[in-house]
């Protein structure tokens, strides 16, 4: 099920929130752990299984874990959090990675790979649960009721696509026993949704609507002009972006009509003035993940600065392999542990941060330039794009029209660029700068705003009469 689909947006969360809101507070957590189940199960109910399969058993080795941490004894803790962060890692790979693995060490493959099903979210609710077990080893978690925790796996906002946060930032939430202010929780939570739908209707759609014609011809080995190179190479630039932040956004608003907070993973990347802060900025808690449960073990930075750049291409090469098993998601991640490398050894050659509008300016292209393997789904034709990139086609048919495409993007550009953000305009981001000069209240002048940006979005969906799916479910 979709954010952006009409069963959801009038059928399945409206009744779903009134549920919530009639049920006593302790019940609660396995009204949405059912409510979780429901959506996941939308789109293919048979691998439902494996979901409540991997919940339980994490969730045992997990209190395996904390009873041998209680009665002394390490070591045994220890192997049980090593044996459970192998076997989901294990399950990860075998759905997920199995192929590639395959192709890597020139195995036969006997199946055919286009039949392949890989489990909806099976790389967020992996990681999220290995988070699970390695903070129980570490001694942070105690003993959960067993409907908590699954609710924590599970919870339908950030279950498909993020964001991917520990159990102490939303089990402790499961637990409260007061009732929510209903009507200032749906309120805002609406806002928010309203506001981010047309982010992903209006935006992110109309420039996939530009961007992915150009990628399907280079796919399929024809040539493009080296303007159709650039320009779809910008349109998938700000669709990941408003694609990525509309979801993020929405699950934020969605868990807000429930008074649940979910952490904020999206900070105006494009705004960055390096590639340090974008990366503490884009999915900021798949970089917390891979901050804490890889670099760090790594060694981080203790060892000196090669081995530090070393495991920061390492992590980074690996958070790329998370995103899909091919070797274009790999060489985007190199990219970006080699810019963050060089990122960090200029700022102790230097010794200070370039300019703004310098560094804002080199970060911005670099990002752009390392979607282009992320996106072009085979290692010819990323080869094929930059190579269009950088040369002409005079017998080449201009598939993109400028005038259609150039509007979007000035738009997309103005909004990432200058515009507050809604986190900003609701409270929720009171640190990003600048300040926004105008706050979001329950005001009827909002209310009007609000409702047309709904109306609208709502409209561009029945009109196409389908909805489209969140770049980030692929992942």
Not at 275 to 290: A, D, G, N, P
Request: charged share 15%; proline share 5%; aromatic share 16%.
């Amino acid at each position: 099920m979709l954010f952006n689909s009409i069963e959801f947006i009038f059928y399945f969360l409206p009744v779903v929130v009134v549920l919530f809101y009639i049920t006593p507070p302790e019940y609660r957590p396995l009204l949405l752990l059912c409510a979780s189940l429901v959506f996941y199960s939308w789109w293919n109910p048979r691998l439902t299984p494996l979901l409540l399969a991997s919940i339980g058993a994490n969730y045992l080795v997990g209190l395996k874990i904390v009873d041998a941490l209680s009665s002394g004894n390490a070591r045994l803790a220890a192997r049980f959090a090593i044996a459970g962060v192998v076997v989901n890692l294990a399950i990860l790979g075998y759905f997920k990675y199995r192929y590639f693995a395959a192709d890597m060490a020139g195995v036969p493959i006997v199946e055919d790979p286009g039949k392949l099903v890989i489990p909806l979210a099976v790389s967020f609710y992996t990681f999220q649960q290995i988070s699970f077990l390695v903070d129980a080893w570490r001694g942070e978690v105690g003993r959960i009721p067993f409907i908590r925790y699954a609710a924590f796996v599970t919870f339908f906002p950030h279950l498909i696509a993020g964001p991917i946060f520990r159990h102490n930032e939303l089990i402790p939430q499961f637990a409260r026993d007061e009732r929510p202010n209903a009507l200032s929780n749906i309120v805002v939570g609406t806002s928010i949704f309203s506001l981010e739908l047309i982010k992903k209707v209006w935006i992110a759609d109309t420039l996939a609507a530009s961007a992915t014609p150009i990628f399907d011809l280079v796919k399929a080995g024809q040539e493009i002009s080296s303007f159709d190179a650039w320009s779809a190479l910008f349109a998938y630039h700000f669709q990941i972006y408003f694609d990525f932040s509309g979801y993020s956004t929405m699950a934020i608003g969605i868990g807000k009509m429930f008074g649940i907070d979910l952490p904020l993973n999206f900070r105006s990347p494009y705004r960055a003035d390096s590639i340090i802060e974008f990366w503490r900025r884009w999915h900021i808690t798949l970089s917390r993940f891979l901050r804490d449960y890889l670099y760090i073990p790594l060694g981080g930075n203790r060892y000196g600065a090669a081995r530090r750049y070393l495991n920061v291409i390492i992590t980074m090469a690996l958070g790329g392999l998370w995103h899909g098993a091919a070797w274009g998601f790999v060489i985007w991640g190199l990219l970006h542990g080699l810019y963050l490398a060089i990122n960090h050894a200029w700022r102790k050659i230097a010794g200070e941060a370039m300019p703004y509008w310098l560094g804002g300016t080199l970060t911005f292209f670099a990002v752009a330039i390392a979607w282009v393997p992320f996106r072009a789904e085979s290692l010819d034709a990323t080869k094929r794009f930059f190579a269009a990139m950088l040369g002409s086609c005079a017998s080449c048919a201009q598939v993109t029209a400028a005038s259609e495409v150039f509007p979007v993007l000035l738009i997309a550009l103005a909004i990432s660029a200058f515009m507050p953000t809604v986190e900003q305009l609701i409270g929720i981001d009171t640190t990003s700068k600048p300040a926004p000069r105008v706050r979001w209240f329950p005001t009827p002048a909002w209310a009007v705003a609000i409702g047309f940006a709904f109306f609208v979005s709502i409209a561009a969906i029945m009109a196409v009469g389908q909805s489209s799916e969140f770049l980030y479910f692929r992942f």
